[in-house]
């Protein structure tokens, strides 16, 4: 093999990794989004916020101190 074929083999090689980071970059991104507006806008009522596989739960606590669902809405 010449450097020609190995140069290309591994400027493709870089972009392949780079779009894969910025890729996965943008989606951790939405997910901190996802959870911010969960906690501080959706559940501020709320002293228990979880946000799972797309679905913002928020809970308060019963006069025994147990958890209980109150509200949930799908995340965009």
């Known amino acids: ?6 140069a290309i083999i591994f400027i493709t090689l870089f972009v392949i990794e780079t779009s894969f980071f910025v890729w996965s970059y943008t989606l951790v991104l939405k997910e901190d989004r996802q959870t911010m507006e969960c906690y501080y806008e959706i559940c501020k009522d709320y002293p228990e916020a979880w946000l799972q596989d797309g679905l913002c739960t928020c809970y308060d606590y019963d006069v025994l101190g147990n958890l209980q669902e109150v509200e949930w809405e799908v995340m965009k």
């Open 1 to 6: 093999m010449n450097w020609k074929t190995i």
